[in-house]
């Protein structure tokens, strides 16, 4: 079976995903190696009958729904190619703009940045990736997700992190930071959307929250102040309707300069505030 045959039968077997060539394209190009545009150049390169197996193998994780980003162990983020496995969180899109926006706000060159959450190291590593001389400490409690953020930082040789394991704050006690980002879990547990193809396969610890989604944004927002110096800043992405609320919290807890900012689908997804001490 040559590359071309196989991506026409694959696209085929693939038919109810919602991009089943581009899926096929990319499985293929894991499995040999090669380029996007080196699998259409030379569709008629013949495949070896164990890299048949290898590949079959995958499409029928993927005709399951399993993710693409855990059928290739890899994501892109932010133009870096973060390692991903079956069992931890993988990034999306939208912590774009939590990224894009802490950059716009904070055009300084030395701060210590807390990344609650961090999982595989997302924020952590596109914080790095842009600001080298930021102190950046990534705190998670699963231990999975720890292992490959600690590969990923191995893998850009990042020198300005450090990931530790902890429950939120759990283990902070005394530390101050500049800028407190995260990226919580903040999904319902009956909402509809964690029986999507994709979520299913996502660890529920990662996604949903107590509280209808909010508990683990309203422990972050009120034991953020005993972390942050004057004048520091806390970042929080949160669901698409949960930006009142979680204004209504921020000023609650004291902050100011409170501002949401929409995501690239237009919802609100990122809200920030500075904290003053009184």
């Known amino acids: 079976m040559t590359w071309d045959q196989w991506l026409f039968w694959a696209s085929l077997k693939l038919k109810k995903s919602m991009s089943p060539k581009r899926d096929a394209e990319i499985i293929l190009g894991q499995v040999t190696r090669k380029s ?21 193998s995958l499409i029928h994780r993927r005709k399951k729904g399993e993710p693409i980003a855990y059928l290739i162990g890899s994501k892109e983020f932010w133009s870096l190619n973060l390692k991903v496995s079956p069992g931890v969180f993988i990034p999306r899109p939208d912590t774009e703009c939590l990224i894009q926006h802490v950059l716009d706000l904070l055009k300084v060159s030395h701060l210590d940045v807390l990344d ?14 842009e600001r080298p001389n930021w102190s950046i400490t990534g705190v998670d409690c699963q231990k999975q997700a ?18 530790v394991y902890g429950d939120w704050f759990k283990y902070l006690i005394g530390n101050k930071f500049n800028l407190i980002v995260s990226n919580p879990p903040y999904i319902d547990e009956n909402d509809s959307c964690l029986q999507s193809n994709d979520m299913i396969f996502e660890p529920k610890n990662a996604l949903v929250s107590k509280e209808s989604g909010l508990a683990d944004l309203k422990i972050i927002c009120k034991y953020s102040i005993q972390h942050l110096h004057c004048n520091g800043w806390l970042a929080l992405e949160h669901g698409w ?17 409170i ?20």
Do not use: M, P
Request: glycine fraction near 8%; aromatic fraction near 16%.
């Open 36 to 56: 996007r545009a080196q699998l259409l150049a030379f569709g008629e390169s013949l495949l070896e009958h164990d890299t048949i197996i290898q590949l079959e």
């Open 241 to 257: 309707n949960q930006g009142n609320y979680i204004r209504t919290l921020f000023c609650r807890f004291g902050f100011t300069h």
């Open 116 to 129: 609650l959450g961090s999982g595989i190291g997302t924020i952590a590593l596109a914080l790095a990736s």
């Open 259 to 278: 501002h949401t900012i929409r995501d690239y689908h237009y919802y609100e997804r990122v809200t920030y505030g500075k904290w003053r001490s009184h």
């Open 146 to 163: 720890l292992w490959l953020a600690l590969k990923n930082q191995r893998l850009f040789n990042f020198k300005n992190i450090k990931f």
